[in-house]
C-alpha cells in the first residue's frame, strides 16, 4: 500500500469520542471532503442508532452500532478501524477486527496493553497483513485526504502547520505530542508533510519505523523522510539497514531524543514505556551515531533540526525533485454553530422542486411518469425504489383494505362525528383512533406471531399451543363470515398475486399449513385478509433482501398497520363525505337498543 489513507477513505470508530469525531468531520469539511470520514460508531452501552455532529454550518447523522461485526456489515467500504476502546478491552478489540476482516490498518490509542497482548496482536494483524499504529498513539493522517481523531490538535493548527494539503515530506515519529510540534516546524521550514504516522510509545508496537519509512519509500508523494526517534529500541537500525542495502533511496532526517540520559547513572524511562535504553546501542547518542555513519542526515542536535530540514528541502527543490505546490481551497468551520431540532431523512423541499428520498416530485407523480402510489410509498416509507411487484402489491393492499362498510368501528365513529356537524379532519380522525389491536392490528400481529413460529421451525401443532400459552387468538385467523365453503376473495387475489409475482413465499406457505389445521377444528378458522397481507410483507421484505433484524424492527414501530391505516384513510373519507352529502342529521343511538340496567346506588 504506497499511501496509508485517500480522501475516499472511510472509518468505524470504536467508542463514541465525540470531541474526537467532530475534529475528524471539520477536517473533511475544511478540505472539502464528500463524504464524511467516520462511516460508522461502535457504542455497545448506546441505546440510540445515530448521533448528530457538525458538518461545517449543519449536521450529519452518524449510525451507531452495537459492535464492530454490525458495523462492518452495514459499512462494508470502511477499511479503517479507530480503536478508542479502553485498556481493558482494546486488545479483544483488536483480535475481533482482525477476525472479521475487511481492515487495511487499525489504530489503538489505549496505552500499556500487557507486553504479551501487544505482541500477539500485533503478529496477528503482521499475519493478516494489517497496518497497525500504535497502542498508545494519537494516529496518523494524510494531509489533504484522511487524518486519524486528534492528530494535528485544532482546526487552526491544523491550517498553520499546512496539515491541510498534501506536502513533500514523510513523517514518522513515536510521540504524538512531538509529531504535532514537527508537523509545525515542517510547515515553517519546508512545504509540509505529505504523510505522517505516530507509531506510538508503547514498547511493543504493531508497525514500526522501518514498515511506515518503507511504504513512504514508494509512496511517489513522499519526496524525503524525517525519522523521530527516542532512547529505546532498536528499531532506529533496521532503518540504517535499508539504507545501506539501498532499500531506501530517498533522503532521510533522523534524530533519536534522549541524549541526555548519558548524565545519568541508571537506567530512566523517559515517559514512553519503550523509552528506556537496556543497552548501549539503546542510547540516542549511539544510534544518532549509527544513523549518522550510515549516511542519514543527523543534526547535531535537536534544536539543529529545523535548519536541518530547511538544508535538505531546499536541495531536493533546487534539484527540481519538489515542485511548488499550489494552495488549495478551503472551507472554513464557523465559529458558532446550532444543533437543528428536528431530523427529516425521506423529502427535502429545498431548491426549485421538492423530493421524495431525493427524486423531484414531478419524477414520480406524472402519469407519465407510469410511477403509482406503491412507489411514493416505497420512497417515504422506506426510502427504497422499490421493483414493481413490490409497489403493484403495495397498491393491492391499500385497494384491498380501503372499506368494508358503515358497519365497522372506524367508519362508524366517523359517520357519527360528521353527522355532528364536524369538519372532513375531524371525522377522520375519530375513525383512525378505532384502529388498533381489536381493529386492523391483526396485520401486525398476524406478522408478528407467524414470522417468530416459522423462525423458530415451529411445526402447526406446536405454533397452537405456544400461542395457546399466551393466551390470544391467532392473529390473522378467523372470519366471521368467510369460511373453506365461502372464501373471501380478497385473500384468494392476494395468494394469487404472491404466487404469480413474489420471487418465494415462505411465511405464506408456511401459514397455509397452519391454516389446514385450524380449519380442520373449525371451518371459519381461515387465513383472513389481515393476516395475509401482515405475512405476505413479511415475505415482500424477505424477497428485497430486509435483514430479519430489519423486518422485526418494520413490525415493532406499526409499519404493517400503517398500510391498513393508509388504506382505510380513504373509506373513511368516502363515508364523512357521504354523510355530508346526504346532510344527515345528527346522530342519536335509538334507546331500544341499549341495555339498561341501573340500579340504586348504594349509601356509604
Same mark, same amino acid.
Given at each position: 500500500?504506497?499511501?496509508?489513507?485517500? +480522501?475516499? %477513505?472511510?472509518?468505524?470508530?470504536?467508542?463514541?469520542?465525540?470531541?474526537?469525531?467532530?475534529?475528524?468531520?471539520?477536517?473533511?469539511?475544511?478540505?472539502?471532503?464528500?463524504?464524511?470520514?467516520?462511516?460508522?460508531?461502535?457504542?455497545?452501552?448506546?441505546?440510540?442508532?445515530?448521533?448528530?455532529?457538525?458538518?461545517?454550518?449543519?449536521?450529519?447523522?452518524?449510525?451507531?452500532?452495537?459492535?464492530?461485526?454490525?458495523?462492518?456489515?452495514?459499512?462494508?467500504?470502511?477499511?479503517?478501524?479507530?480503536?478508542?476502546?479502553?485498556?481493558?478491552?482494546?486488545?479483544?478489540?483488536?483480535?475481533?477486527?482482525?477476525?472479521?476482516?475487511?481492515?487495511?490498518?487499525?489504530?489503538?490509542?489505549?496505552?500499556?496493553?500487557?507486553?504479551?497482548?501487544?505482541?500477539?496482536?500485533?503478529?496477528?494483524?503482521?499475519?493478516?497483513?494489517?497496518?497497525?499504529?500504535?497502542?498508545?498513539?494519537?494516529?496518523?493522517?494524510?494531509?489533504?485526504?484522511?487524518?486519524?481523531?486528534?492528530?494535528?490538535?485544532?482546526?487552526?493548527?491544523?491550517?498553520?502547520?499546512?496539515?491541510?494539503?498534501?506536502?513533500?515530506?514523510?513523517?514518522?515519529?513515536?510521540?504524538?505530542?512531538?509529531?504535532?510540534?514537527?508537523?509545525? /516546524?515542517?510547515?515553517?521550514?519546508?512545504?509540509?508533510?505529505?504523510?505522517?504516522?505516530?507509531?506510538?510509545?508503547?514498547?511493543?508496537?504493531?508497525?514500526?519505523? /522501518?514498515?511506515?519509512?518503507?511504504?513512504?519509500?514508494?509512496?511517489?508523494?513522499?519526496?524525503?523522510?524525517?525519522?523521530?526517534?527516542?532512547?529505546?529500541?532498536?528499531?532506529?537500525?533496521?532503518?540504517?539497514?535499508?539504507?545501506?542495502?539501498?532499500?531506501?533511496?530517498?533522503?532521510?532526517?533522523?534524530?533519536?531524543?534522549?541524549?541526555?540520559?548519558?548524565?545519568?547513572?541508571?537506567?530512566?524511562?523517559?515517559?514512553?514505556?519503550?523509552?528506556?535504553?537496556?543497552?548501549?546501542?539503546? %542510547?540516542?547518542?549511539?544510534?544518532?551515531?549509527?544513523?549518522?555513519?550510515?549516511?542519514?542526515?543527523?543534526?547535531?542536535?535537536?534544536?539543529?533540526?529545523?535548519? +536541518? /530540514?530547511?538544508?535538505?528541502?531546499?536541495?531536493?527543490?533546487?534539484?527540481?525533485?519538489?515542485?511548488?505546490?499550489?494552495?488549495?481551497?478551503?472551507?472554513?468551520?464557523?465559529?458558532?454553530?446550532?444543533?437543528?431540532?428536528?431530523?427529516?431523512?425521506?423529502?427535502?423541499?429545498?431548491?426549485?422542486?421538492?423530493?421524495?428520498?431525493?427524486?423531484?416530485?414531478?419524477?414520480?407523480?406524472?402519469?407519465?411518469?407510469?410511477?403509482?402510489?406503491?412507489?411514493?410509498?416505497?420512497l417515504l416509507w422506506f426510502k427504497k425504489q422499490y421493483p414493481k411487484w413490490a409497489t403493484d402489491f403495495i397498491e393491492t393492499?391499500?385497494?384491498?383494505?380501503?372499506?368494508?362498510?358503515?358497519?365497522?368501528?372506524?367508519?362508524?365513529?366517523?359517520?357519527?362525528?360528521?353527522?355532528?356537524?364536524?369538519?372532513?379532519?375531524?371525522?377522520?380522525?375519530?375513525?383512525?383512533? %378505532?384502529?388498533?389491536?381489536?381493529?386492523?392490528?391483526?396485520?401486525?400481529?398476524?406478522?408478528?406471531h407467524f414470522k417468530y413460529a416459522d423462525d423458530n421451525k415451529l411445526n402447526p401443532a406446536e405454533f397452537l399451543n405456544h400461542?395457546?400459552?399466551?393466551?390470544?387468538?391467532?392473529?390473522?385467523?378467523?372470519?366471521?363470515?368467510?369460511?373453506?365453503?365461502?372464501?373471501?376473495?380478497?385473500?384468494?387475489?392476494?395468494?394469487?398475486?404472491?404466487?404469480?409475482?413474489?420471487?418465494?413465499?415462505?411465511?405464506?406457505?408456511?401459514?397455509?399449513?397452519?391454516?389446514?389445521?385450524?380449519?380442520?377444528?373449525?371451518e371459519n378458522l381461515i387465513l383472513n385478509v389481515d393476516g395475509t397481507i401482515g405475512i405476505l410483507m413479511v415475505d415482500m421484505?424477505?424477497?428485497?433482501?430486509?435483514?430479519?433484524?430489519?423486518?422485526?424492527?418494520?413490525?415493532?414501530?406499526?409499519?404493517?398497520?400503517?398500510?391498513?391505516?393508509?388504506?382505510?384513510?380513504?373509506?373513511?373519507?368516502?363515508?364523512?363525505?357521504?354523510?355530508?352529502?346526504?346532510?344527515?342529521?345528527?346522530?342519536?343511538?335509538?334507546?331500544?337498543?341499549?341495555?339498561?340496567?341501573?340500579?340504586?346506588?348504594?349509601?356509604?
Open positions: 500500500m504506497a499511501q496509508l489513507f485517500t +480522501k475516499d %477513505t472511510q472509518a468505524i470508530f470504536w467508542n463514541n469520542n465525540a470531541s474526537a469525531i467532530q475534529r475528524m468531520l471539520d477536517y473533511d469539511y475544511t478540505i472539502k471532503r464528500k463524504t464524511p470520514s467516520v462511516a460508522g460508531i461502535v457504542a455497545p452501552t448506546s441505546s440510540n442508532k445515530f448521533e448528530k455532529f457538525f458538518w461545517g454550518p449543519d449536521e450529519v447523522m452518524v449510525p451507531l452500532y452495537k459492535n464492530t461485526a454490525e458495523a462492518k456489515a452495514h459499512q462494508p467500504q470502511a477499511d479503517v478501524l479507530l480503536n478508542f476502546a479502553s485498556l481493558r478491552t482494546a486488545y479483544d478489540v483488536t483480535m475481533e477486527a482482525l477476525e472479521i476482516g475487511g481492515f487495511k490498518s487499525i489504530m489503538i490509542t489505549a496505552e500499556g496493553i500487557p507486553e504479551r497482548l501487544a505482541r500477539r496482536m500485533n503478529q496477528a494483524a503482521r499475519d493478516k497483513n494489517v497496518i497497525v499504529i500504535g497502542p498508545a498513539t494519537v494516529g496518523g493522517i494524510v494531509p489533504g485526504a484522511f487524518k486519524i481523531a486528534n492528530v494535528g490538535g485544532t482546526i487552526e493548527n491544523i491550517v498553520n502547520s499546512k496539515l491541510h494539503r498534501a506536502g513533500s515530506c514523510g513523517l514518522v515519529t513515536r510521540s504524538g505530542g512531538l509529531f504535532n510540534e514537527l508537523s509545525n /516546524i515542517i510547515a515553517i521550514n519546508a512545504d509540509g508533510i505529505a504523510e505522517g504516522v505516530a507509531i506510538g510509545g508503547d514498547r511493543f508496537v504493531g508497525s514500526v519505523f /522501518i514498515d511506515n519509512l518503507l511504504r513512504m519509500q514508494d509512496n511517489p508523494e513522499v519526496k524525503y523522510m524525517i525519522l523521530l526517534g527516542e532512547v529505546g529500541g532498536t528499531e532506529e537500525y533496521k532503518v540504517i539497514d535499508a539504507v545501506k542495502s539501498g532499500r531506501i533511496t530517498k533522503p532521510i532526517i533522523a534524530w533519536c531524543i534522549g541524549t541526555i540520559a548519558k548524565y545519568y547513572d541508571s537506567g530512566v524511562q523517559f515517559g514512553h514505556a519503550g523509552a528506556s535504553a537496556n543497552a548501549a546501542s539503546e %542510547t540516542a547518542e549511539a544510534k544518532n551515531k549509527a544513523m549518522a555513519d550510515a549516511g542519514i542526515y543527523v543534526p547535531a542536535t535537536f534544536n539543529d533540526l529545523p535548519t +536541518k /530540514i530547511a538544508e535538505v528541502y531546499g536541495k531536493l527543490k533546487a534539484d527540481g525533485v519538489i515542485k511548488n505546490i499550489p494552495e488549495p481551497d478551503m472551507n472554513m468551520v464557523p465559529k458558532v454553530r446550532r444543533k437543528k431540532e428536528f431530523i427529516c431523512t425521506i423529502s427535502d423541499d429545498r431548491g426549485d422542486e421538492a423530493t421524495y428520498a431525493g427524486f423531484p416530485i414531478s419524477s414520480v407523480a406524472l402519469p407519465s411518469t407510469g410511477k403509482g402510489i406503491g412507489d411514493v410509498i416505497s393492499v391499500i385497494k384491498t383494505v380501503a372499506d368494508h362498510g358503515p358497519a365497522v368501528s372506524g367508519a362508524h365513529n366517523a359517520k357519527v362525528t360528521a353527522r355532528a356537524g364536524k369538519s372532513v379532519v375531524e371525522s377522520l380522525v375519530t375513525g383512525l383512533l %378505532t384502529i388498533g389491536p381489536r381493529f386492523g392490528g391483526a396485520i401486525d400481529g398476524a406478522a408478528e400461542m395457546k400459552k399466551l393466551g390470544i387468538p391467532i392473529p390473522g385467523i378467523g372470519h366471521r363470515i368467510k369460511s373453506l365453503k365461502n372464501p373471501d376473495l380478497r385473500v384468494k387475489g392476494l395468494m394469487d398475486y404472491a404466487k404469480e409475482c413474489f420471487p418465494a413465499t415462505p411465511l405464506l406457505d408456511y401459514a397455509r399449513t397452519v391454516e389446514a389445521l385450524t380449519t380442520s377444528k373449525k421484505w424477505r424477497a428485497l433482501g430486509y435483514s430479519e433484524q430489519e423486518i422485526n424492527e418494520f413490525i415493532a414501530s406499526g409499519t404493517l398497520n400503517a398500510f391498513f391505516i393508509a388504506g382505510r384513510t380513504i373509506g373513511f373519507i368516502g363515508h364523512v363525505l357521504d354523510e355530508k352529502r346526504l346532510d344527515m342529521p345528527m346522530y342519536r343511538h335509538p334507546m331500544d337498543d341499549i341495555l339498561y340496567d341501573v340500579q340504586m346506588a348504594d349509601e356509604i
